[in-house]
C-alpha cells in the first residue's frame, strides 16, 4: 500500500507572498464543478487569483501542474472548526490549524468562537483576522459569539462584531438557554441575512454525561447523553427561527429525532440547514472503549439506528454540508478516565478520505454530491462566492488523487491534535495539491 506519508509534503507559507508565480495552468484534471454541474477532463488557467479560463485544451509557457488521472475540486468550504487561538495554543493555533486545513484540501474554515477570550469583542475578531492572514494558509471565517464567554448570560456585542466582519453567530459548545437571548441574536443577525450556527444540547438532560445513552454506556457504566437533549432544542431552535423569521444552521446533527423536526421544518418552507460529521454517519457507539477518550465527542457517536438513518438522509438530500467539528487536544486532557476527558475529535485532514470511502465508494452518493456537500452548498450557507470553478471566479482548489489509499495514522497530523478514533482506519483519497487565491500554499 502506498503510504502518503512518506512523502515530504512541500507547502509554501504566506502566498500573498509569492508574486511571482502570477499565472498556473492545470492540465488534463477531472473538474468536478457541483455549481455549473460539469464534470470531465479540463484544463484550467489561473491568474492573479482568479480561474481565468476552462477549455479542453489550453497551452502556452505557465507553470504548469499535471492533473492527469486527478480529481480538480473546488477547495472545501469547513463550517465548524475548532482553531483554538488565542487562549488554547497548546491545542492548536490559527497557523497549525489552516496548515491542516489545506492539508486536508480545506480553503476556507469558519472558526468557533470558544476561544480564551471568546470571540464576543471586535479586538478577538481583529486578532485572528490579522493571524489569518499572516499564516497565510487557509481562508479563515469567524462565528462570533451569542453571548459574552459563552457563559449564555449576557448578550455579546451581535452588531459590532457583525459590522467587524463576522459571518456567523454561535454559542457553539453549548446552547444558549435563554430564549430572548436568542430571539435577540436571531433577529440581529437578520439584518446581514446571516445564519445563527446551533449547538444543540440541553445540558439538564445530558446531565454530564460522556458517551451515548444505550446498551453500550450500560456496559461500561458510563453516563449517557440520551438523543432528546440534542432533538429537544433542535425543536425549539427551530421554532424560535420562525417565529423571528430569521435563519437557522443545526450543528453536527447526529440523532434521528433532531433530523425529523428539521426534514419537517424544511418542508414546512423554515429556514434551516443541517451539518453532519464524518463521526456521526461512520461509527456507531459499539466503538466506545473505556480506556480510550479519542472517541469522546460531543454529541456522542450514537447507536447503529442513528447512524444509518444518517446516511439515509444524506442520499436524500436532507443534509446540506459535511463539517469536520475539528477539536484538537492534547493528550493530557485526552488520554484520562473517559469520563473525566475533553470532548472533542481532530478530523480536518481526514475528512475528505472518509466521507469519499464512507459514502461515495460505499455506494451511497455520487462524487459529485459529496463535492457539493463540502464546497458549494456550505459556501452557499455563509454567503460567500466561493466553491465554484467557473472563469471568473476566486481560484480556491483542491486536486485529489481518489486511486491511492492509506492508513490513518494522527502522528503524521499536521495539526497539533492527534486525538481522532480513526487511527488505522484505510482509506481513499489523497489530497496532493490545494490552491487557495491562485497561489499553492499545500503540495503532497
Ligand atoms: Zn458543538
Ligand atoms: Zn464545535
Known amino acids: 500500500m502506498p503510504s502518503y506519508a512518506h512523502k515530504k509534503a512541500f507547502l509554501y507559507r504566506n502566498p500573498d507572498e509569492l508574486e511571482e508565480i502570477v499565472s498556473i495552468l492545470i492540465k488534463n484534471g477531472h473538474v468536478i464543478n457541483p455549481a455549473t454541474h460539469l464534470s470531465d477532463i479540463k484544463d ?8 481565468e479560463k476552462i477549455a479542453d485544451s489550453i497551452d502556452g509557457d505557465y507553470e504548469t501542474i ?12 469547513d463550517l465548524h472548526v475548532h482553531l483554538r487561538e488565542p487562549g488554547f495554543e497548546v491545542k492548536e493555533t490559527i497557523e497549525s490549524g489552516t496548515k491542516a486545513a489545506v492539508a486536508g484540501g480545506v480553503t476556507t474554515v469558519v472558526c468557533m468562537p470558544n476561544t480564551k477570550p471568546a470571540i464576543h469583542d471586535v479586538e478577538t475578531v481583529k486578532f485572528i483576522q490579522k493571524k489569518a492572514k499572516e499564516a497565510g494558509y487557509a481562508r479563515v471565517e469567524i462565528a462570533g459569539a451569542i453571548t459574552k464567554d459563552i457563559s449564555g448570560q449576557e448578550q455579546a456585542p451581535i452588531d459590532e462584531l457583525i459590522d467587524a466582519g ?6 457553539d459548545g453549548r446552547t444558549t438557554p435563554i430564549l430572548d437571548m436568542m430571539k435577540e441574536a436571531f433577529r440581529k443577525i437578520k439584518r446581514k441575512k446571516l445564519c445563527l450556527m446551533a449547538h444543540t444540547e440541553d445540558e439538564a438532560l445530558a446531565k454530564h454525561g460522556c458517551m451515548n445513552e444505550g446498551e453500550r454506556s450500560r456496559q461500561l457504566g458510563l453516563i449517557g447523553i440520551p438523543n432528546a437533549a440534542e432533538s429537544n432544542i433542535v425543536k425549539r431552535d427551530i421554532e424560535l427561527c420562525h417565529e423571528t423569521d430569521s435563519r437557522l444552521h443545526v450543528c453536527h446533527v447526529s440523532t434521528k429525532e433532531s433530523m425529523e423536526h428539521i426534514i419537517k421544518g424544511k418542508s414546512e418552507g423554515k429556514s434551516v440547514t443541517v451539518e453532519i460529521c464524518p463521526h456521526h ?3 456507531t457507539d459499539d466503538i466506545v472503549e473505556a480506556d480510550d477518550a479519542y472517541s469522546k465527542v460531543n454529541p456522542p457517536i450514537r447507536a447503529e439506528k442513528d447512524r444509518d438513518f444518517m446516511i ?7 443534509i446540506d454540508c459535511i463539517v469536520t467539528d475539528h477539536a484538537p487536544h492534547e493528550d493530557a486532557t485526552k488520554k484520562v478516565p473517559y469520563e473525566k476527558a475533553a470532548f472533542g475529535i481532530c478530523g480536518i485532514e481526514t475528512s475528505f ?11 451511497h452518493i455520487t462524487l459529485e454530491k459529496l463535492v457539493d456537500l ?7 450557507i455563509i454567503g460567500v462566492d466561493r466553491g465554484n470553478i467557473a472563469e471568473g471566479h476566486v481560484a480556491d482548489l483542491t486536486i485529489i488523487d481518489l486511486n491511492q489509499s492509506y492508513e490513518i495514522d494522527s502522528n503524521k497530523f499536521y495539526s497539533k491534535g492527534k486525538n481522532t478514533p480513526f487511527n488505522g482506519y484505510t482509506v481513499n483519497g489523497v489530497i496532493e495539491h490545494t490552491l487557495v487565491n491562485g497561489k499553492v500554499v499545500f503540495r503532497r
Not at 484550467?44 to 480561474?51: A, D, F, H, M, T
Not at 499535471?66 to 468550504?77: C, E, L, M
Not at 463576522?166 to 454559542?171: A, G, L, R
Not at 439515509?312 to 436532507?318: A, F, P, V
Open 312 to 318: 439515509e438522509c444524506i442520499k436524500e438530500g436532507h
Open 353 to 363: 478520505a472518509l466521507s469519499y470511502t464512507y459514502l461515495v465508494k460505499a455506494g
Open 374 to 380: 463540502m464546497s458549494y452548498s456550505p459556501g452557499k
Open 44 to 51: 484550467i488557467l489561473i491568474s492573479e487569483g482568479k480561474i
Open 166 to 171: 463576522i459571518i456567523s453567530v454561535s454559542d
Open 281 to 283: 454517519f461512520i461509527l
Open 66 to 77: 499535471d492533473a492527469t488521472g486527478k480529481i480538480v475540486s473546488p477547495g472545501f468550504i
